[in-house]
């Protein structure tokens, strides 16, 4: 377990000391290429995004192709996509900075948010590096909320501060170790680091919300319900690690905006993807990109690891919450008929997607102190998206604008219609004293949204009473003289 804490962060722009590269399974390159040289224009043809591939491999093909798009144009948009509409000449990786002059030699294709770390750099600007050792209190601390990562009331913001930000990082480590996951598919740990580094590296943390530490605290509801006797007595370590993996990436490389945003402005990943779960389909692909470039599991057998990247997707696909009603009819059909086994690895594939969307919208069920705050982030998000739709004359997206709608409708309407439907079937399911106090809390956290709005009614009713009050007193000018 010491191995976990003791391993460095290592920046991805700063030299590699040799110590790292002499370890096996770390770093591998042919003779012909220098690791801190130009690259081997060969190796390069083969890079799209921030993914690595054979260039046999035709599974290549469903990878997310953003290389050509970011080094042709500067915007992040093909000339020949470009249309008239004002928002397709602003990328995702400027909605919280402006560019500035860019190298002309760019040795890695990268994702949105390491494109963004990568031209700071590129442009001379100073670089905030957060200290990856920590003094031992805060560690220590870590190390004791560790311990009770199984309870509902873990609180993430305290463990992301304690871990320096890092959050994801030791969390996920911490639980694949638990499991035994690492010695058992024999991963290696430096390629396993260098991966989670990646993918918390990928996440935008300036999202209010889809950042990285909501993956954590996924991760942490997924471990949760892992733990329940229905599951634990049924998943194989395959199924946890799938589901663990799943968890930590779901939503790898979130812009901030929602799906029907990108659809109307024709963003080239809502064409790239027809439309059709098109977030969903690029944090998958963001996942099995940082996959293969790290190269986490290039010594099982080519099949295992495309089953792996394969059910990946599908489970990462059932986040999508358009298609929240088909599988909550599923599940409820199921249940209904009594025909869920979990011996069966499709029933266990199932309930491990039904689990993952429970975690990804848990918030209404955590204690009010954790809830309130993961609310107010969600719905932030949804109000800069509004801002930005005004600020380029588009159509406001239903809850994205700030000047009409509330936290606390936004929060009622959502349990009421998402929420509560889907975790009432998991109690079913799971009726666990677990299960219980999900329910429990979420219906405390209604029940205080709608004390807070009958607050801000009463206040705002005052308000405008007294406003009319003293206008009535106002003595018109005409009245005086006569």
């Known amino acids: 377990m010491e191995v976990c804490y003791q391993l460095p962060v290592l920046p991805l722009d700063r030299p590699v000391p040799k110590h790292v590269l002499s370890r096996r399974g770390a770093i591998s390159f042919s003779s012909s290429s220098s690791l801190f040289g130009a690259p081997d224009p060969r190796q390069l043809s083969q890079r799209r995004g921030a993914i ?6 035709q599974t290549a093909l469903y990878i997310r192709m953003l290389g050509d798009v970011r080094v042709r144009s500067q915007v992040g948009f093909e000339p020949e996509r470009r249309s008239s509409h004002p928002y397709l000449c602003i990328d995702f990786r400027t909605l919280h900075s402006e560019y500035g002059p860019q190298s002309s030699r760019v040795h890695r294709l990268l994702s949105f948010q390491r494109y963004l770390h990568s031209s700071r750099l590129l442009r001379g600007i100073p670089q905030q590096i957060p200290l990856h050792i920590l003094d ?13 990562v199984g309870s509902w009331n873990f609180d993430i913001f305290l ?13 996920t480590l911490h639980l694949l170790n638990q499991y035994g996951l690492v010695d058992l598919f024999q991963l290696d740990m430096v390629k396993l680091w260098r991966f989670l580094v990646l993918v ?34 049924s998943l194989t370590s ?5 589901g663990l993996l799943a968890a930590a990436t779901h939503d790898l490389d979130h812009p901030g905006v929602n799906q029907p945003f990108l659809i109307k402005t024709d963003h080239y990943l809502a064409t790239l993807y027809r439309n059709t779960s098109v977030l ?7 996942a099995v990109g940082l996959l293969r470039e790290t190269g986490l599991f290039s010594h099982l057998p080519p099949e295992d690891s495309m089953n792996m990247e394969r059910e990946l997707g599908s489970l990462i696909l059932a986040t999508d919450i358009s298609r929240q009603n088909d599988y909550l009819s599923r599940f409820r059909t199921h249940l209904d008929q009594e025909s869920l086994g979990l011996s069966n690895a499709s029933h266990r594939h199932f309930v491990l997607q039904m689990a993952l969307k429970c975690a990804d919208i848990c918030n209404p069920c955590r204690p009010w102190e954790l809830s309130k705050q993961w609310s107010e982030k969600v719905t932030e998000e949804f109000f800069e998206q509004g801002d930005i739709e005004k600020k380029h004359k588009l159509q406001v997206s239903p809850l994205c604008d700030r000047e009409t709608n509330t936290v606390g409708n936004i929060q009622i309407g959502f349990m009421t219609y998402v929420a509560e439907p889907l975790f009432g079937e998991w109690a079913r399911f799971s009726d666990t004293r677990l299960s219980q106090t999900m329910l429990g809390h979420m219906g405390l956290n209604k029940a205080s949204w709608g004390g807070l709005q009958a607050e801000q009614t009463a206040i705002s009713e005052e308000t405008e009473t007294s406003a009319r009050g003293s206008r009535s007193k106002e003595i018109p000018q005409g009245s005086r003289k006569s």
């Open 200 to 233: 918390q590296e990928d996440y935008h943390n300036d999202n209010p919300y889809h950042n990285s530490v909501h993956a954590a605290d996924v991760t942490q509801a997924m471990y949760c319900y892992l733990q329940e006797p229905m599951l634990s007595k």
């Open 136 to 148: 031992e209190d805060y560690s220590g601390q870590a190390r004791c909320m560790l311990e009770k």
């Open 280 to 286: 969903e389909n690029h944090h998958w692909k963001s």
């Open 52 to 57: 690595s591939y054979d260039s046999s491999d």
């Open 159 to 171: 463990f992301d501060k304690l871990t320096n930000g890092n959050s994801l990082i030791t969390l």
């Open 238 to 242: 395959y199924d946890i690690l799938l």
